[in-house]
T-cell receptor, first 112, second 114 residues
Framework: QKEVEQNSGPLSVPEGAIASLNCTYS??????FFWYRQYSGKSPELIMS????GDKEDGRFTAQLNKASQYVSLLIRDSQPSDSATYLC????????????FGAGTRLTVKP | DTGVSQNPRHKITKRGQNVTFRCDPI?????LYWYRQTLGQGPEFLTY????????KSRLLSDRFSAERPKGSFSTLEIQRTEQGDSAMYLC????????????FGQGTRLTVV
């Protein structure tokens, strides 16, 4: 089992819709969870972090964490074409000295 | 301090040559990570430093790869006897020890082995 798993997509949504991105992780002791956005040819950019169960909202982005299910998600409301990118889920793995592992990423396309 | 800085941005080398990349983390970030990323894949963990101590190294990392962070500030990643399969983007990220453990990436070094 991979440490961090994401649906590779591609995920396509129309402009203005809600995009839902999902991620599962294997280390039950993990405490820190992150979503990064990566445009083609660029480095990952941190957009959300979440540390406790529940929802965390920042503008059009909402991160959701369920530690019991070892599941973290990202919702993007009112999706815009500029949101088209690959979204990477990252988890700090407690059993590995807290180093950070990434999923393979989900490619999102928002169609005008 | 404008963020994590990586040099060079691009490197083209012949197979068999050695290459060295440098990463300057955000000031006062004592955690530093190296990743490798190929097209269509997520960043693959290579190694991790806390201050000058190398705490974790990927089992996938061959002995041709070595990383250092001698004074707990900048870090170097060296690849010896490069192979075409080493062609990738090499990413460095840093995060603080205290406060929110959010990691920020540099712009990466794109390596092409010909």
């Amino acid at each position: 089992q991979k440490e961090v798993e994401q649906n590779s997509g591609p995920l396509s949504v129309p402009e203005g819709a809600i995009a839902s991105l999902n991620c599962t992780y294997s280390d039950r002791g993990s405490q820190s969870f992150f979503w990064y956005r990566q445009y083609s040819g660029k480095s990952p950019e941190l957009i959300m972090s979440i540390y406790s169960n529940g929802d965390k909202e920042d503008g059009r982005f909402t991160a959701q964490l369920n530690k019991a299910s070892q599941y973290v998600s990202l919702l993007i409301r009112d999706s815009q074409p500029s949101d088209s990118a690959t979204y990477l889920c990252a988890v700090k793995i407690l059993t590995n000295n807290n180093d950070m592992r990434f999923g393979a990423g989900t490619r999102l396309t928002v169609k005008p | 301090d404008t963020g994590v800085s990586q040099n060079p941005r691009h490197k083209i080398t012949k197979r068999g040559q050695n290459v060295t990349f440098r990463c300057d983390p955000i000031s006062e970030h004592n955690r530093l990570y190296w990743y490798r990323q190929t097209l269509g894949q997520g960043p693959e963990f290579l190694t991790y430093f806390q201050n000058e101590a190398q705490l974790e190294k990927s089992r996938l990392l061959s002995d041709r790869f070595s990383a250092e962070r001698p004074k707990g500030s900048f870090s170097t990643l060296e690849i010896q006897r490069t192979e075409q399969g080493d062609s990738a983007m090499y990413l460095c990220a840093s995060s603080p020890w205290t406060g929110l453990p959010e990691a920020f990436f540099g712009q990466g070094t794109r390596l092409t082995v010909v």
